[in-house]
């Protein structure tokens, strides 16, 4: 256990929607990020949080947004969607900004499929 | 062209064997370079990190880097069940998780 929680595990929805994904970082992690996974892209960076300021954007689409609160959870909100942002979308968190002597704390991650 | 390129598998072996995962990178100013493991289901955890060129052993574990060639492997020696994952590759010019590039993954499936 990575001590990063997400919600939901699984969510179903409908092309033009709009969804929220969150995450709880591990105890006293400053830093939040999120990224997209598919079968051909592989783990794609999105954006980062650190302290509740965004640090740094990837691939984020403009339909996509997030935020990080006063406690450190971070959402990340879908809107518009399409069928091609069906994915697996992870939040990981790490005590700092940058340095590999730390890791990044991955949670098990939310499955969005889009009919 | 992807900047990290790495076969999908999957790759099987029995257990006992020496398996050899590798990637291979277009971007020369790479120069941290991790591998992680990632469970059905689950997400990524840090395996191994190596900085630069050279091997780092952990284990059954050993990361290798050849930066002239710009190739990087994980060679997990007396497999086992367990070891059956998709394995990451990443790397990065810097230090900022941000701006790690994660390879597809190769999905080892190691067999009793």
């Known amino acids: 256990d990575s001590g990063v929680t997400q919600t939901p595990k699984h969510l179903i929805t409908a092309t033009g929607q709009r969804v929220t994904l969150r995450c709880s970082p591990r105890s006293g992690d400053l830093s939040v990020y999120w990224y997209q996974q598919s079968l051909d892209q592989g783990l794609q960076f999105l954006i980062q949080y650190y302290n509740g300021e965004e640090r740094a954007k990837g691939n984020i689409l403009e339909r996509f947004s997030a935020q990080q609160f006063p406690d450190l959870h971070s959402e990340l909100n879908l809107s518009s969607l399409e069928l091609g942002d069906s994915a697996l979308y992870f939040c990981?968190?790490?005590?700092?900004?940058?340095?590999?002597?730390?890791?990044?704390?991955f949670g098990e991650g939310s499955r969005l499929t889009v009919l | 062209q992807k900047e990290v390129e790495q076969d999908p598998g999957p790759l099987s072996v029995p257990e006992g064997a020496i398996v050899s995962l590798n990637c291979t990178y277009s971007?020369?100013?790479?120069?941290?370079f991790m591998w992680y493991r990632q469970y059905s289901r689950k997400g990524p955890e840090l395996l191994m990190y190596t900085y630069s060129s050279g091997n780092k052993e952990d284990g059954r574990f050993t990361a290798q880097v050849d930066k002239s060639s710009k190739y990087i492997s994980l060679f997990i020696r007396d497999s086992q069940p367990s070891d059956s994952a998709t394995y990451l590759c990443a790397m990065s010019a810097n230090t900022g998780f941000q701006k790690l590039v994660f390879g597809t993954g190769t999905r080892l499936l190691v067999s009793p």
């Open positions: 990981a968190s790490s005590p700092r900004t940058s340095g590999y002597d730390g890791e990044l704390f």
């Open positions: 971007n020369s100013a790479f120069q941290y």
